[in-house]
């Protein structure tokens, strides 16, 4: 997995608590990406990083936020988790614009009840 | 809106046959499709990529094919084996919007031995 964690690999919360998700690379690529996946939507850009403290958002972000306070670290936090984000969220990285390569890490499968 | 749309959804192919799957996307400025192959209960991870300047890219007992005009591309599985028996998805991307990729639907594909 291209020296991607995830972390925790799964999580069962209660509606309404906040839950964040961890991303740890080892590449000291520059790029990161978190991804949620659903069935029949694929997946689906949540947030992006370009860099240390440069974030930016993705196709559904209403309800998440970002942190990267270093390069090898992307934090995705559910201010107040529903239902409606329980999916498997991905994380991304990419060396750089001029690659495009992205991989992807291992996944977390998270649980609103 | 689906930018990127994919079909079949699922697929059943008998081993040595031919896995067709196609991708066709709405968004001329994408300059980079690539295709995911995804094992249950693991992350996506990068197969086959091409670039609109080429109208083919072959790896192995993979190709893509690509239709600029049509804006379509596809992926052929060759002598398709047991072990492709996975979920693919086409993808899309474009070097202005920080390489987000935009995913297809996913595809199922059961190669019966």
């Known amino acids: 997995d291209a020296g991607i964690t995830q972390s925790p690999r799964h999580k069962v919360t209660e509606t309404g608590t906040p839950v964040t998700l961890r991303c740890h690379q080892t590449e000291n690529h520059r790029y990161m990406y978190w991804y949620r996946q659903d069935p029949g939507h694929g997946l689906r850009l949540i947030h992006y990083s370009y860099g240390v403290k440069d974030t930016d958002k993705g196709e559904v972000s209403d309800g998440y936020s970002v942190s990267r306070s270093k390069t090898e670290d992307f934090l995705l936090t559910l201010e107040s988790a529903t239902s409606s984000q329980t999916s498997v969220y991905f994380c991304?990285?990419?060396?750089?614009?001029?690659?495009?390569?992205?991989?992807f890490g291992p996944g977390t499968r998270l649980t609103v009840t | 809106q689906q930018q990127v749309k994919q079909s079949p959804q699922s697929l059943i192919v008998q081993k040595g046959g031919i896995s067709i799957i196609n991708c066709a996307y709405e968004?001329?400025?994408?300059?980079?499709f690539p295709w995911y192959q995804q094992f249950p209960g693991k992350g996506p991870a990068l197969l086959i990529a091409?670039?609109?300047?080429?109208s083919e890219k072959k790896e192995g007992r993979f190709t893509i094919s690509f239709n600029k005009s049509a804006k379509q591309f596809s992926l052929h599985i060759m002598d398709s084996q047991p072990g492709d028996s996975a979920t693919y998805f086409c993808?899309?991307?474009?070097?202005?919007?920080?390489?987000?990729?935009?995913f297809g639907g996913g595809t199922r594909v059961l190669v019966k031995p």
């Open positions: 091409i670039r609109p300047d080429v």
């Open positions: 991304a990285i990419s060396a750089s614009t001029g690659t495009d390569e992205q991989y």
């Open positions: 993808a899309a991307s474009f070097k202005a919007a920080g390489n987000k990729l935009t």
């Open positions: 968004n001329t400025a994408f300059d980079y």
